[in-house]
């Protein structure tokens, strides 16, 4: 295993101890401050931690797969700390949120010192120790006492008192265009009410003064605004720290925000650049023990020396995400973030191992399906955010994993292949449909219930995504013609009116909604509808025939949508009586 104090020793910086950088470090560029950072905080609170604590919990590669599961426990003795960073010198008074500043040593004329220098590191460290628990403070005037403890080279041996600070750390430009540290304790701003509910009412789920609108949506929003940062709705740290983020991004500022909670042992970094994107760039880097059965994986890894600790096949991995837009005519509308590239850091030089799918892997997440419903996974899940669910050596627990492994990884179902999706079909319902199981799922019904109306949902929301696909006259990733989208559409719809038993209302009005785009569609209408049959071909009479059959398709479906409201609307009414 490779010492934490060795840790990208070899990564270009003048690293002189595992504390201390030996030359000056003068970084102008955001990219190159990251690099930077990068190297100090994997090594302190990542690397340092796994060697020091002997029970030290690594991150499974699911943690990182979105969506985020919420956090199981806090670990209190693992580090945590928020730090932004600005391509700008600051404005003290003009900035939008409170810190403790801290000055740079400027340079006099051909590199002369400053006649305050002195008085400045004095000030700069009484700053610092005010923040510090007390009995800290002593020793941490003798260490930097002599120091300059705003520039760049401090900052490693700076760092361990920093992880002290309830805050967040700033880094900014100085006179020279440099970056440096600029301030400490700061408090990010976090307006969650108005940011959630302007959000909302963009994406059409809430309404000015509809209560129950929000009531309904509210959970969903949150979910998805969070998720969309990199988070599941956790604590204040990170959902400040994602707010703040959004907040700079619509500000146009250029920045790097990163934040390390205790609880996900992962530092989370948004990084935005000033290019014209909706969002900032999203990275998460984590130490995450590469699964045995992925040989190839694993072969690839250890050829290259990018294990950090081969005996347990641990490595240095960070994730790139992908943002989405809120699209609400996509049957995997709750997707906000998906994974964009997967890269194995090497613990000594920093280089990047690419080409390696360690979170992703379709026949991981089959493996883990069977694992479950044998009652042979041994990890651990959060049943409904409540419940720490261990193993799987009980039907009763393996239906509540089945559970969140069917929510964890609804979206992905919903879009893998027809040959995937046929062998998670064939597990599932040899276990939950199986005759010898029935006995047992009798004295859990409502959560065997829960487990079979969510895997009902994911059948349901395959076909739709496949209308949805035609709708837009594409088939199995094939451009069709209007005669072959209307064939496809009719016979999908028949087969979706005999499965509407099980009801979900946001699949329904989904299909609504794909079916009106085609019959509105403007070509097909003047083309083949509006135009005298005379005209029409065999294929425009077909096309024709099937536009009437998706009219009636839809009247059935309209039907049966206002059918269930208003059954919904009279057993409400019950209940308030």
């Not at 209302?505 to 079916?515: K, N, Q, R, T, W």
Request: proline content about 3%; hydrophobic content about 40%; overall charge neutral.
């Amino acid at each position: 295993m490779i010492r934490w104090q060795d840790v990208f020793s070899k990564d270009g910086h003048p690293w002189r101890d595992a504390a201390t950088l030996s030359d000056a470090i003068a970084l102008r560029d955001l990219g190159a401050l990251k690099r930077f950072l990068d190297a100090v905080h994997i090594r302190h609170c990542l690397v340092r931690p796994y060697q020091e604590l002997p029970d030290y919990p690594l991150v499974e590669g699911r943690e990182l797969l979105p969506s985020f599961d919420n956090d199981m426990f806090e670990y209190k003795d693992l580090p945590g700390f928020a730090l932004v960073a600005f391509a700008r010198e600051l404005d003290y008074f003009s900035e939008i949120f409170q810190f403790d500043k801290l000055h740079p040593v400027l340079l006099g004329e051909g590199g002369a010192s400053c006649p305050l220098e002195q008085q400045v590191m004095e000030q700069n460290l009484q700053t610092l120790t005010a923040r510090l628990p007390r009995a800290q403070q002593d020793a941490f005037r003798q260490e930097f006492r002599s120091v300059d403890t705003g520039l760049l080279e401090s900052y490693p041996a700076l760092l361990p008192y920093l992880l002290q600070m309830d805050r967040a750390q700033v880094f900014a430009w100085d006179a020279d265009r440099l970056f440096h540290l600029a301030g400490v304790f700061a408090s990010f701003p976090s307006d969650i009410d108005s940011e959630l509910k302007r959000f909302g009412i963009r994406i059409g789920k809430f309404v000015y003064g509809d209560s129950q609108m929000y009531e309904r949506n509210r959970m969903f929003v949150y979910q998805y605004l969070m998720e969309l940062y990199g988070f599941p709705i956790v604590s204040e740290r990170r959902t400040s720290s994602a707010l703040f983020a959004r907040k700079l991004h619509k500000m146009g500022e250029r920045f790097l925000l990163r934040v390390l909670g205790q609880s996900d042992r992962t530092i989370t970094t948004y990084t935005s650049d000033g290019e014209n994107r909706r969002y900032p760039l999203v990275e998460k880097i984590a130490l995450v023990s590469v699964d045995e059965d992925q040989e190839e994986a694993i072969e690839a890894i250890a050829r290259d020396g990018f294990f950090l600790d081969p005996g347990r096949r641990v490595v240095i991995l960070r994730v790139t995400y992908r943002q989405h837009r809120f699209d609400a005519n996509n049957v995997r509308q709750d997707r906000a973030l998906s994974v964009a590239a997967q890269e194995v850091l090497h613990p000594l030089t920093g280089e990047a191992l690419r080409g390696l799918n360690i979170i992703k892997d379709a026949s991981n997440m089959f493996l883990r399906l069977n694992d479950i419903v044998r009652g042979e996974y041994t990890g651990r899940i959060i049943y409904k955010r409540t419940e720490v669910v261990e193993n799987t050596d009980t039907h009763e627990k393996r239906l509540k994993f089945l559970y969140s492994w069917l929510g964890k990884h609804q979206r992905r179902i919903i879009g893998y292949s027809d040959e995937f999706f046929a062998k998670v079909s064939k597990v599932l319902a040899g276990y939950l449909y199986s005759p010898k199981n029935v006995d047992i799922f009798d004295t859990m019904h409502d959560l065997y219930q829960e487990v079979c109306t969510r895997f009902s949902y994911i059948q349901q929301a395959r076909r739709v995504r496949i209308l949805e696909d035609i709708c837009r006259r594409t088939y199995k990733g094939e451009r069709i013609t209007y005669r072959q989208m209307t064939r496809e559409a009719v016979a999908l719809l028949n087969e979706l009116q005999f499965e509407i038993v099980n009801f979900f209302p946001d699949l329904v009005d989904d299909i609504i909604a794909c079916v009106e785009t085609i019959l509105h569609d403007r070509y097909l209408t003047r083309t083949y509808i509006d135009a005298p049959e005379t005209g029409l071909t065999a294929a425009g009479r077909e096309i024709r025939k099937n536009y009437g059959r998706m009219v009636s398709l839809l009247d059935g479906f309209r039907a049966v949508r206002k059918s269930r409201l208003a059954c919904e609307e009279r057993q409400a009414r019950e209940a308030v009586a």
